[in-house]
């Protein structure tokens, strides 16, 4: 079985400051890793995926993540935050072999940015 | 595209009332999902379809929970009995045959429902 841990529960930041969200997880299986948001009211929105291949990888609205096998861990970062990045935010995975059927999901951080 | 939809996004019953929510995915997605999403939690997998037939229900599931998608389009959750603690969000999401290789999922905006 596969499980996700978000370290954090709520990160407050300024604007232009950079953040870095965490996410470990464990499998003991091949994973395909993923970072959503969720802004009030609205559904979740995949921000960035890594299925395999080059570690770090760039997603929407300037955000990047960071795939690191050994220390099982997929954190998020963003150089400059704005006002408008303030939101929940979800790492997930699923089995590699069994892509397609359900996503595991950490409880969330929520970034809170502030001017 | 339109995206995911979903009717009603907000629902508000007493406890034991039955409860029904649509849910219309990407125009042909063949996979469809259901998830629920209780306060300061993530989503925690429901159940899923592969076109018309439900491959995979959690144990979440009880059996006061029913869910369909007779064509294999959009798909219906029922909830029998409400209880208290169905209060939460419900988020369906849908994938196709490339997107869900890639175990990618497109969500829509949730059904709120509160059981007083």
């Known amino acids: 079985a596969q499980s996700v841990t978000q370290l954090d529960s709520q990160v407050p930041v300024f604007e232009e400051a950079p953040v870095e969200l965490r996410c470990n997880y464990s499998?003991?299986?091949?994973?395909?890793l993923f970072w959503y948001v969720q802004y009030p009211n609205q559904g979740l929105q995949l921000l960035l995926k890594?299925?395999?291949?080059?570690?770090l990888v760039k997603g929407i609205n300037g955000f990047e993540a960071e795939f690191n096998k050994s220390q099982t861990s997929f954190h998020l970062r963003k150089p400059s935050v704005h006002i408008s990045d303030t939101a929940e935010y979800f790492c997930?995975?699923?089995?590699?072999?069994?892509?397609?059927?359900?996503?595991?999901f950490g409880k969330g951080t929520t970034l809170s940015v502030s001017s | 595209d339109t995206g995911v939809s979903q009717d009603p996004r907000h629902k508000i019953t007493k406890r034991g009332q039955n409860v029904t929510f649509r849910c219309d995915p990407i125009?042909?997605?063949?996979?469809l999902y259901w998830y629920r999403q209780t306060l300061g939690q993530g989503p925690e997998f429901l159940t899923y379809?592969?076109?018309?037939?439900?491959?995979?229900k959690s144990r979440l599931l009880s059996d006061r929970f029913s869910a369909e998608r007779p064509k294999g389009s959009f798909s219906t959750l029922e909830i029998q009995r409400t209880e208290q603690g169905d209060s939460a969000m419900y988020l369906c999401?849908?994938?196709?045959?490339?997107?869900?290789?890639?175990?990618?999922?497109?969500f829509g905006p949730g059904t709120r429902l509160t059981v007083t």
């Open positions: 999401a849908s994938s196709s045959r490339v997107s869900g290789s890639r175990g990618e999922q497109y």
């Open positions: 499998s003991s299986v091949s994973v395909y």
């Open positions: 890594y299925l395999s291949g080059s570690t």
């Open positions: 997930a995975v699923t089995p590699a072999n069994q892509a397609g059927t359900a996503l595991i």
């Open positions: 125009s042909e997605h063949n996979r």
């Open positions: 379809f592969q076109n018309e037939a439900q491959l995979e």
